[in-house]
């Protein structure tokens, strides 16, 4: 660059400057002096530009409030999975470890957005308590996954886990354990004190599956002199729990109690810079004054209205399908992450009406894993509701390698409706359901059965929302390059 070529560029940019000071200094500055500024929470005043006394308790009050609706949906993940570790102690009476079934109704009823026909097993484990221990899963048509307590993916287990399918030992480490030499095993590295283990039986015999395959399944502490005494599988049993996020002041009690209990991860640290103003702050009692009870319950209120329609009208991405109301029930990442950002109203949309996941829950493997499509409103965009009848035309050849299935929900508690039924889903694997000639199913919901549609009808409740979840397990090529497509629920006459 030429000497008088730097003098106009200087002068140019100099010039450039000037303007945009310039131009600032002209821009009207509301605060100067006495003033009353008019904003979405309420007039402001300042005096010789400074907040009044009312003004900065208002601004603060708003600014906690914020925070705590916030933190309301950062933390759906971690309480919803502490509410069932809670219920495995002390509801069912649960060892650290110890694994227990969820086979009916009954006792699926406490999760969020169970699977009906699949039996389930799960534990909690307590690494500061047990240290170093094994998780043994049985070979077979199983997938499960190990996770932390905000639900990301430590290790899958079973068909897309490293044991394939073939059974294997997983040996789950705790934070701050060194390398270890553990031949046979499967070695995970956990970051956290509490982690979750579980699985869910997919073969077609699922009695079989029950009989055979639940008794293989054994947990155990390990050492590198021994392993301790294995513990077996036992049944939940009939209890009356719910896996839900609480409300008002407990939902804050049991995240406190995660972050308490757990390392703090770098990813979190803004976050609980903000609750420490609320009362919430690891290493002190949370013991919040009456003013912080307030904001944090109303933060509650307003966080778990944002997360309804951050679930139920999914602004993360687009239809599943052009032109339906189905998109993904599941829009998170197994670790939380997008390419650059952590994930957050991802993980609450899932979390909010759903527990755990997996990369098999995320499969992009044909023939093998799961995908669940949700939808939430009828082919007319109007919300399911159970005083009205709906027909889903399920075209032939539905493209599930093992079978599929769709299941109502109840939109108040995320779970199973309760009805006379008893039955919230229709599958490929119900023995009579009846398909049309070219081997299309329809699946009637509503408060009755049309008469004779009674094999594929699911019982809803009058005056209730209700959600459907559509699952491929074992999704083929015709589901990812959507060749197959599934319609909208109709509104039909009863």
Not at 6 to 29: F, P
Not at 173 to 188: H, N
Not at 371 to 392: C, F, P, Q, V
Request: aromatic share 12%; with cysteine; net charge negative.
């Amino acid at each position: 660059m030429t000497v008088l070529s730097k003098i106009l560029t200087s002068a140019l940019l100099g010039s450039a400057l000037c303007s945009a000071s310039a131009a600032w200094a002209e821009e009207a500055n509301p605060f100067e002096g006495d003033a009353a500024v008019k904003t979405r929470i309420g007039e402001l005043n300042f005096q010789s530009g400074y907040p009044s006394a009312e003004t900065v308790k208002k601004l603060y009050d708003e600014m906690d409030f914020q925070r705590a609706s916030q933190a309301y949906l950062w933390g759906i993940p971690a309480v919803g999975m502490n509410e069932w570790r809670r219920a495995h102690y002390s509801v069912f009476g649960g060892k650290s470890g110890e694994m227990l079934t969820y086979l009916d109704f009954a006792e699926k009823l406490g999760i969020l957005t169970p699977n009906y026909t699949t039996p389930y097993i799960a534990t909690f484990i307590d690494l500061k308590e047990t240290g170093p221990f094994v998780v043994e899963v049985p070979p077979g048509l199983i997938a499960g996954m190990i996770l932390d307590p905000w639900q990301r993916v430590l290790a899958d287990l079973g068909v897309v886990g490293p044991d394939m399918g073939k059974g294997g030992k997983y040996l789950i480490m705790p934070p701050g354990y060194g390398p270890v030499e553990a031949p046979g095993y499967f070695v995970v590295q956990a970051t956290s004190r509490d982690v979750f283990a579980g699985f869910r039986l997919l073969d077609a015999d699922k009695e079989k599956a029950i009989a055979e395959m639940i008794p293989q399944i054994k947990t155990y502490s390990w050492t590198v002199e021994g392993t301790g005494e294995p513990m077996p599988a036992r049944a939940a049993g009939d209890k009356k729990w719910s896996q839900m996020p609480p409300r008002g002041m407990t939902y804050w009690d049991s995240l406190n109690e995660v972050i308490q209990r757990n390392p703090i991860d770098e990813r979190d640290r803004l976050i609980l810079a903000q609750l420490k103003f609320l009362g919430l702050e690891r290493g002190r009692p949370f013991k919040p004054d009456e003013r912080q009870s307030k904001l944090l319950q109303d933060g509650v209120l307003v966080g778990e209205a944002m997360a309804k329609a951050n679930t139920t009208d999914k602004r993360v991405e687009p239809p599943f399908w052009e032109g339906t109301n189905w998109k993904h029930a599941l829009v998170v990442a197994t670790d939380q992450k997008a390419n650059t950002y952590d994930q957050l109203d991802e993980r609450a949309a899932w979390f909010y009406e759903a527990v755990v996941i997996s990369k098999a829950m995320l499969t992009q493997t044909v023939g093998v894993g799961q995908r669940y499509i949700a939808s939430y409103k009828d082919a007319d965009g109007a919300w399911l509701s159970g005083e009205n009848t709906y027909k889903l035309h399920v075209p032939a050849n539905p493209p599930a390698k093992n079978f599929w299935s769709v299941t109502a929900y109840d939109e108040a508690t995320r779970q199973m409706p309760v009805t006379e039924q008893g039955r919230p889903d229709i599958s490929s694997r119900k023995e009579d359901i009846v398909a049309n000639e070219d081997g299309s199913v329809d699946v009637y919901f509503g408060p009755k059965a049309p008469e004779g549609k009674e094999a594929n009808w699911v019982q809803t409740n009058p005056d209730k929302g209700w959600f459907a979840y559509f699952r491929f397990y074992g999704p083929t090529e015709a589901f990812f390059d959507k060749s197959w497509a599934l319609p909208d629920i109709e509104k039909v006459n009863p």
